[in-house]
């Protein structure tokens, strides 16, 4: 913890480059609890391959060779945050639209994914909060959801969305929230191969590398027994966010099987592969459902062999990840 600042409002700047793809390096840490006690079923995360074509084009998903939530503006799509701050500790409702740059109206027309239209993650920039929304939507496309976070400080909200236009491709769009308060930043928490989450332990096995796939295997236990009753959350019997540390650059990646496809079971070990872009800090978030309540397992990671405080190279050039 670092000496407290009274701020009334605090955000932080992201504007680094990110890669072709995500991934996480061998140690982990402790656990975050999503927000409230259950979460509405309906993102299933996805990657796309890298090199995508450069440019804006509507709907082209992360056209700029940026990954997603590192620009408010991208694929002719601008993401209008009606509540840049908050106060710490109280609920507030949480405004915002997304915004057509062409006709300069609200987008009001989305593809459906896993039963949603829109997923929305609001994260802290030293990566202690996290919260994953589903917001509701009204006629004028303007969403809406309640939120609550703890500690004051920048954080950065994530829209991940599809619009429902020809040829279009996912779009995560991000913009800062500042939380008023007494703001006292936190250290990225330590690297622990094994964290609790209400009551749940998860462990994390997997050695991953830049720029090359590996696979991730989570697997979860209570009261010391393998949970082999998982229930379906968000298309998947897990769900995983990735944030890098400094930047906060945002991927999603998508688990190896899905439930009723006739081989993956619903637990105890839940299973993703991933590409790290670069050696540096991750902050991973998965997301799994169990006894009708959806329970949030944070893990920070050293991908490619980086040591705690180490940042990653300036001017290296990545290519799209994406959404």
Known sequence: MHTGLKISAFAAGLTAAFGSAYAVGGAMAPAV?????????????????AGEKEGKEKGGGEASGLPGGLQ???????LDLDTPRVEAGETAELRFAVVDEDTSRNVTAFRREHGKELHLIVASSDLTTYRHLHPERAADGTWSTPVELPEAGGYRVFAD??????????????????VSGDA????????ERTVTADGYEVTLDGALRPGAGSELKLEVEKDGEPVTDLQPYLGAYGHLVALRAGDLAY??????GEPGDGRTEPGPEVSFTATAPSKGAYRLFLDFRHEGKVRTAAFTVYAGGAKPGESVPEGEEFADHGH
């Not at 609890?33 to 391959?49: D, F, I, N, Y």
């Not at 006292?184 to 690297?191: I, K, M, S, W």
């Open 251 to 256: 991927l999603h990646v998508h688990p190896n």
């Open 72 to 78: 408010v503006s991208q694929g002719g799509f601008f």
């Open 33 to 49: 609890s999503a927000e409230g006690s259950s979460q509405q079923e309906g993102h299933g995360a996805k990657e796309h391959p």
């Open 184 to 191: 006292r930043p936190g250290a990225l928490p330590d690297a």
């Open 161 to 178: 969305f599809t619009p429902d236009v020809k040829n279009a491709e996912g779009v995560t769009l991000g913009a800062d929230l500042a």
